[in-house]
């Protein structure tokens, strides 16, 4: 939970050294952090396909995992992102190394000591399924984007009767007739 909210849709990212909370799930919460971002005009690369992203700021907000009974809480860090994914939030090795979790992917368990044992986190693996599914979606849709321009300057090149599409002829079907 971050900030008493839910987030079902977190990846695990190992190998990320960013914690990213999305600009869509704090207004989901209903959460007006404006006056808690702290400006950044430092762009991260590699989360969207070819481009810089630029983050709205930094927000340090407390999250909890576990159950009413064993829980830990820890305040993390957050890059707030402007920008569409599948996800509600993508904890990075920074989210991993304070909460001194063991993410063990392949099983979608995640594992860290609380007040009263190890709590183990289990992922679902229909909605991790569908978080890639939508991943792929937008990552095509974003590249689609990024050539809309290629295309617009090629076009410009064009004389106007190229540009123009064929009328396509209507082909009538003409069935033999069966012999019996």
């Given at each position: ?19 990213i ?18 400006p950044?005009d430092s ?55 304070k ?22 986190l ?13 991943a ?14 290629l295309v ?29």
């Open positions: 939970m971050v900030v008493g909210a839910r987030l079902t849709r977190t990846l695990i990212d190992g190998g990320g050294g960013l914690n909370l999305f600009a869509k799930t704090l207004k989901k919460m209903g959460l007006d952090i404006t006056n808690l971002l702290k950044m762009p991260y690369y590699g989360i969207v396909l070819d481009n810089a992203a630029v983050p709205l700021g930094q927000v340090t907000l407390p999250v909890t995992f576990g159950t009413e009974v064993n829980y830990r809480t820890e305040y993390l860090r957050f890059e707030v992102a402007d920008f569409d994914s599948s996800y509600h939030a993508i904890f990075g090795r920074p989210a991993i190394a909460f001194m979790a063991v993410p063990h992917y392949t099983y979608l368990v995640l594992k860290m000591s609380g007040p009263h044992g190890v709590l183990y289990n992922g679902d693996l229909k909605t991790s399924y569908d978080c890639d599914a939508e792929v979606t937008i990552a095509s849709e974003l590249q689609q984007l990024s050539q809309a321009p617009a300057m090629a076009a410009k090149k064009l004389s106007p009767e190229e540009l123009e599409i064929p009328m396509k002829k209507s082909a009538s079907l003409v069935m033999p007739p069966r012999g019996l």
